[in-house]
């Protein structure tokens, strides 16, 4: 199955309000996913797939019944069916997760050095498992250092989502830095967290193919003839 992770547009909206809601007890009207887009537009991304056709006893539905409750259209090219719903960005793209990441405009912090909030992170439920949460925080973070020069993010999470915890504490290593009583609308606490950033640390690279930890990563000095190297040893040991 292929996952493509890029940068959220406002074509995206609805779908990505539809992850959300169907997630996560904390929503937001679309004029706020748009307010992030518009004045962000580096610092939030969508994960889609384009593994979306629709299952054949719905095809057996469609062809029994044209005033079918299921929502469809044809694939011109390819003459697959394809099933309309909010998780379609549009026709052969699927969206399956998102992060919503802004710079703090709080007016209160102003004197604060330049950081970044992560909004909301949703990933649907049949897509867990995957990492894709911990792609789309790496693309946000990276994005909010690089693009917007911000020395740090924060972000909150419910006291009782040990996942989520699990994901910035562990994973990507945000600081715990205080718990905030009845943070959320239920009364729920939440932990506030922040992470530094540094860009060397950040770099997508640094994780694109992550192996042994203990490995040394292969360094170019610029100067030796790569090509002369893989025509005189050979194919066998080329990792791609």
């Known amino acids: 199955m292929a996952i493509t992770i890029r940068r959220a547009t406002v074509n995206d909206m609805i779908c990505m309000q539809n992850a959300n809601l169907h997630n996560l007890p904390e929503n937001y ?15 939030s991304f969508v994960a889609t797939t384009t593994d979306i056709e629709v299952l054949e006893e719905e095809k057996e539905q469609l062809a029994q019944n044209k005033e079918s409750e299921i929502l469809s259209l044809e694939d011109t090219e390819t003459g697959a069916i394809i099933k309309l719903d909010p998780t379609y960005v549009a026709p052969g793209e699927k969206l399956v997760g998102y992060v919503l990441a802004k710079m703090n405009d709080d007016a209160d912090q102003k004197d604060e050095p330049l950081n970044g909030h992560i909004t909301s992170l949703s990933v649907m439920r049949t897509y867990r498992r995957m990492g894709l949460a911990e792609k789309l925080m790496r693309q946000a973070l990276f994005a ?39 943070y959320y609308q239920d009364g729920e606490d939440a932990y506030a967290m922040k992470k530094i950033l540094d ?20 360094e170019d000095d610029l100067q030796s003839d790569l090509l002369a190297d893989i025509i005189s040893n050979g194919t066998d040991n080329i990792v791609v």
Do not use: C
Request: charged letters at 25%; a negative charge; zero cysteines.
């Open 199 to 218: 860009l060397d640390e950040l770099q997508v690279s640094n994780f694109a193919h992550r192996g042994n930890k203990s490995e040394q990563k292969p």
């Open 144 to 182: 909010l250092r690089e693009v917007y020069q911000a020395e740090y993010v924060s972000l909150h999470v419910r006291e009782s989502n040990r996942a989520a915890l699990h994901l910035y504490r562990d994973t990507l290593e945000f600081e715990v830095l205080s718990v905030e009583k009845s």
């Open 29 to 43: 009207m679309l004029k706020y996913y748009m307010y992030h887009i518009l004045s962000w537009p580096e610092a």
